[in-house]
């Protein structure tokens, strides 16, 4: 059963109308619950296939409303990201899904109330339980706060690839295989390093770029290649 202490902290955060401790007991339900207690008839995965949907729909309402400048292509990599079982975990993570969670004994003791999979999918038949017993705009203030928290940050880490996409198109578009990156220099102590790699298109160096990572490094050779080229400013 579920801890009565862990079922209160959880139903702290969500909203006050959902009141249906049925169906709330069932999205928390894992199928390994099931396996090991015959008299529970159904676990979580029917409520998940609806929240899944849900989850796509709002998500992509709110980007779609708060990001009007935005093309189709930039809408769909932040909505897969703010949808994808790592980030949907960590939202499981911050309403303390986890402790809540019937799983049974051989899963709980290898982990499972931490697993990203399971609350992941645990946070998606949740969201399809308030849906059920309520509706979308509750369903939608609950889960609006969550994409308002992360969104600037995915925002931001897409935005640091894309130059590399960027790159990769351009380079594509002149008829030459993906730019290449070489790294120039290491410097600093292991705790402090400075990298510095220089892009390579069609046996031609284009531009340096620095960074605390070789990751950060490219994305900045790749940034300094398309001012260099005149593609960004």
């Not at 706060?145 to 894309?162: C, T």
Request: glycine share 6%.
């Amino acid at each position: 059963m579920i801890e009565p202490a862990a079922l209160q902290k959880l139903r702290e955060f969500l909203p006050e109308n959902f009141n249906d401790i049925f169906l709330l007991t069932r999205a928390l339900t894992h199928r390994s619950y099931v396996n090991e207690n015959k008299h529970v008839l159904e676990d979580n995965e029917r409520l998940e296939f609806l929240g899944d949907s849900i989850l796509d729909f709002i998500v992509a309402e709110w980007l779609y409303n708060h990001f009007p400048e935005k093309q189709e292509g930039f809408l769909t990599k932040v909505r897969a990201a703010l949808v994808h079982t790592q980030q949907l975990s960590l939202f499981a993570r911050q309403i303390e899904l986890g402790q809540a969670l019937l799983l049974g004994k051989g899963e709980d003791g290898a982990g499972g109330r931490d697993r990203d999979a399971i609350l992941c999918d645990a946070f998606e038949a949740l969201i399809a339980a308030i849906y059920i017993k309520t509706d979308m705009e509750t369903t939608r203030k609950f889960l609006v706060p969550f994409l308002e928290q992360e969104s600037g940050k995915i925002i931001k880490n897409h935005a640091e690839e894309d130059v590399k996409s960027r790159f990769q198109e351009w380079a594509q578009a002149q008829g030459y295989s993906s730019p290449g990156y070489e790294i120039v220099s290491e410097s600093g102590p292991d705790h402090a390093k400075v990298f510095e790699v220089i892009a390579i298109v069609n046996n031609r160096k284009i531009a340096k770029g620095r960074g605390s990572s070789k990751q950060q490094a490219e994305k900045a050779a790749a940034e300094n290649s398309l001012r260099k080229l005149g593609i960004i400013n």
